[in-house]
């Protein structure tokens, strides 16, 4: 039960490989550690008592990943592997298109070809996306058959993603897709030796609190107290990893054993302002994290906020860490790893 993790070293990949490793499959990670650190694998291994197999290179690397798949046979791939921060997408986009949906397509090209051949499974893919395909929605909660839009680069890349499966499952119907999209992945393994670990200002939220408990910034600052949420700050549906890689085991069993594509939200179905998370990591850490507030973020949205019903449903799934279990956890492995990966 091989399942091929591209970007397997990265914050999410990592966790799916040590729940796929204790639901009894064989997770190997194709990674080029553009955005990891090679320590991650022995970390794994220190958590799950096995050796996870390391490949490394390009997944833009149409005919070293065709070798990757003849020599593992995997039953599923998922493909984590994309550039992320939003940010730098606006600033240069023809690096995520090329990287996102270059990527993308080398791996189905891969797999396509491989597909035919002797011995090979069925093609079978979970792909990460993202609630960023919403745009601004119009209401909360969110059902995945809202409208999708995009507000920059990086969210176009998982549009265009998702309409390529589409099309493509529409001219080959043998394969099985799951495209899920994730709320706000956060927290980290509860052994403390894995977790998200950015290159250098973290992006997203909750690392940054962390690193301003430890002492790394002086404060954090919340874009915008005048939205029209309970505290006035932005709310989002913050899941914790575990539960989210909780959700990739299942929406691989789910495509194995059913043989049918879908599209789901992997969130929690429920939101928390920026402030709640700012007071909740205060409780988990006894540390105060000073923040002031400052100007929205253009792009921003008020909250967000996932209806997780038909993941609940299809796929058996549902989340059950609390933001206080997320907090905790987060800033077990702020502390045990101030530098993250790095010495
Ligand atoms: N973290 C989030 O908040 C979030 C939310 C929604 C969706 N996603 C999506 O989930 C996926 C995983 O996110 P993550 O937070 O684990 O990111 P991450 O950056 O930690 O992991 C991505 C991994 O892919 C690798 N990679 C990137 N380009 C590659 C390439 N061309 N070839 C081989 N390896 C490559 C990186 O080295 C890294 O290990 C991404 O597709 C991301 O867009 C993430």
New binding site residues.
Partial sequence: MNILL?????????HTAVALVEAGFRPIV???????HPA?MERLARITGTTIPLER????DTPWVESVLRQHRPVGVV??????AVGESVAQPLKYFH??IG?AVSLLRAMEATASEADMPAPTLVF?????VYGDPASVPITEDFPRSHTNP?GHT?LVVEDMLTALNAAQPNWRIATL?????VGAHPSGLIG??PADIPN?LMPYVAQVAIGRHEALSVFGDDYPTPDGTGVRDYIHVQDLAAGHVAALQTLLNKGKSFTVNLGTGRGHSVLEVVKAFERASGRPVPYRIAPRRPGDVAQCWADPTRAEALLGWKAQRTLDEMCADAWRWQQGNPNGYRP
């Fill in positions: 591209t970007g397997g070293a990265g914050y999410i990949g990592s194709l990674d080029n550690f553009s955005n990891s991650v290179g390009d997944v833009l493909h984590f592997a994309a550039d992320k990287h996102n990527g990460s996306s993202s609630a960023t990086y998982k999209r994730y709320f706000n992945p998200e670990d997203n």
